[in-house]
């Protein structure tokens, strides 16, 4: 059976897919499809997992990775990269068909995106400290470089932490809102020093300043869907021993 995943209407043009955490092999606080490279699981199992994961798509097709930092690095991906590789950085593009870009998260926001005219694609992570710093920006930029335009680049933002699940301290807002004063409108009210995030409307909002003007939201809440999606921050406060990652990939056939 195929693992199940969320499609985005605007990336129809391009096989892609956001993944759950069902339909593969791993077991216990792990299970079943955690393609986390990092995570604490037998590495066959990742493997496995991985592989259905690419078949669903694009059978047989690798899967281009990254070594995430959080920050706003974005590399190209090209016939001569070595796919072994996992270069530090938080976002990579194609122009080159046969490959999956793919993006791990667990509470994270994963991104794709598609410039259907210019046959070029891309896949981003933005946690917050990597939206603040510009990692859609520096996608679209490295897009462009290989000859997408804005006004053709659709972006989907998929499952992710939702509001209701993301407690900030006052701290946090106040870096916001020094970054623009109208970050403000991002964050709800919560219990006294603390306000709930909106990390998805903070990224669409960035890409809409970024000029793009197809923008889709699966709206879906990693943290509180359990039976759907890994949460970093839920394992945390289960003291769990470690927590898995979703994968979320994009490619051109």
Known sequence: MNPPFTVAGPLTC????FFGRRGGVSTGDLASLNCGLGSDDDPALIAENRRRVADTLMPGTPI??????????CVVIDETSDLSDRPQADALVTRTPGILLGILTADCAPLLFADPEAGVVGAAHAGWKGAILGVTDRT????ESLGATRHNIAAAIGPCIGRASYEVDAGFVERFTFDHPSNERFFAAGRPGHAM???????????????ITR???TGRDTYAEEADYFSYRRACHRSENSYGRQLSVIGLA
């Open 197 to 211: 995030f909106d990390l998805a409307a903070y990224v669409a909002a960035r890409l809409a300043e970024e000029g």
């Open 140 to 143: 679209i930029a490295a897009m």
């Open 215 to 217: 923008i889709a939201i």
């Open 14 to 17: 391009a096989p892609h897919g």
């Open 64 to 73: 281009a990775g990254l070594y995430q930092v959080h920050g706003d690095r």
